[in-house]
């Protein structure tokens, strides 16, 4: 089952187990010293920002699918916070800035380093800094696809392993973005929604009510899952969507919000005996969130337009952070994915 850190930082002490989770997970992908390096430096330079900019936060380290959906893990590490946020972004990336009297040199170190990197901020609510190392520098951006995927995970009470899970796969001109809820939390939980990202890699060419029922018999023996699965055909531009138990999907169309409704049930105990699909348009203007109960029940999808040309993981970093606080702690593993469409002017 994978392994997923969840680093609070408020204090310089908490600097260096961040750098830890990135050696630990550099370590689980097979990265080379070199590239370990990196993502160490990456770790460290986000932690500290934290610590100079926001008065703390939290640092997530995960292995995760590429970008390009194809290809090994990299080393996903995301640094989320609720400080004042950045007057200009863009100068926050360049070498030599700095409102602390540093060098200045953290982010755009970050970003050179990096395979990905990424960075959303609003004044008043805090800011999203986001990078992936992988095996070699830059090839994450090598090859233009589609659409993207991304997410967060986030284990409950600190734990090693999340009972959540989600991953995408690419094939035939379908992607196909899944999200899986262990029932409970804690191992058990996890070899469930383990099992599920393993089913979906052997039948990634399926429709989503076919995958689902591909899932129901691989889980059996487990605790069982909720399961949530998007589909965009590529060539034809429709997103196709299932899903069994309490996950949650949403879908922005323009400025405005839809649920996309899950059957009752759970995946590997008992599936309903239908399974019916919900296909609409995909566009430019859509955004799709997937995400598991340990959100709020009444969070509030992102408003943020900037949201539809950033990196996938950011979005769902930034809608983990605006539906949780310190006063209104997760109360289960959480995961959010999200699936986005490719800006033209990005590779």
Not at 113 to 127: E, I, K, M, P, Q
Request: net charge neutral; hydrophobic share 45%; aromatic share 4%.
């Amino acid at each position: 089952m994978p392994r997923v850190w969840d680093v609070p930082v408020h204090d310089p002490t908490r600097v260096r187990d961040a750098r830890v989770a990135a050696e630990e997970a550099a370590a689980l992908v097979g990265l080379d010293d070199s590239r370990t390096a990196a993502a160490a430096l990456v770790a460290t330079e986000l932690a500290t920002n934290l610590l100079k900019h926001a008065r703390g936060g939290q640092v997530l380290v995960d292995t995760v699918a590429p970008p390009s959906g194809r290809g090994g893990l990299v080393v996903q590490i995301a640094a989320v916070d609720h400080g004042p946020g950045m007057a200009d972004v863009a100068a926050a990336l360049g070498d030599g800035f700095s409102t602390t009297g540093s060098l200045g040199a953290g982010l755009g170190t970050c970003r050179r380093v990096a395979d990905d990197f990424d960075l959303h901020s609003v004044l008043g609510r805090g800011t999203v800094a986001l990078a992936r190392v992988g095996a070699a520098a830059g090839t994450s951006a090598a090859e233009r696809v589609p659409a993207r995927a991304g997410g967060v995970n986030i284990p409950f009470a600190g734990a090693d392993c999340s009972g959540d899970a989600w991953t995408w796969v690419y094939a035939d001109d379908r992607l196909t973005l899944m999200l899986a809820d262990g029932l409970g939390h804690g191992p058990e939980a996890a070899r469930a929604s383990t099992a599920a990202v393993e089913e979906l890699h052997r039948s990634a060419r399926l429709a989503p009510a076919e995958t689902l029922r591909r899932l129901h018999d691989a889980l059996r023996g487990t605790r069982g899952a909720a399961v949530a699965l998007a589909q965009l055909d590529v060539w034809a531009g429709r997103l196709r969507f299932a899903g069994i138990g309490n996950v949650g999907a949403r879908l922005r169309e323009g400025g405005s919000w839809r649920h996309l409704l899950s059957r009752p049930g759970i995946v590997g105990v008992h599936r309903p005996a239908t399974l019916p699909e919900t296909e609409v348009p995909w566009g430019a203007d859509r955004l799709l969130i997937l995400h598991s109960d340990g959100l709020p029940s009444r969070w509030v999808p992102p408003s943020d337009a900037r949201l539809l040309a950033a990196d996938p993981a950011v979005t769902a970093a930034v809608t983990v952070r605006d539906a949780s606080s310190s006063a209104r702690p997760v109360r289960d593993d959480t995961a959010v994915a999200v699936l986005s469409p490719t800006p033209p002017d990005r590779p």
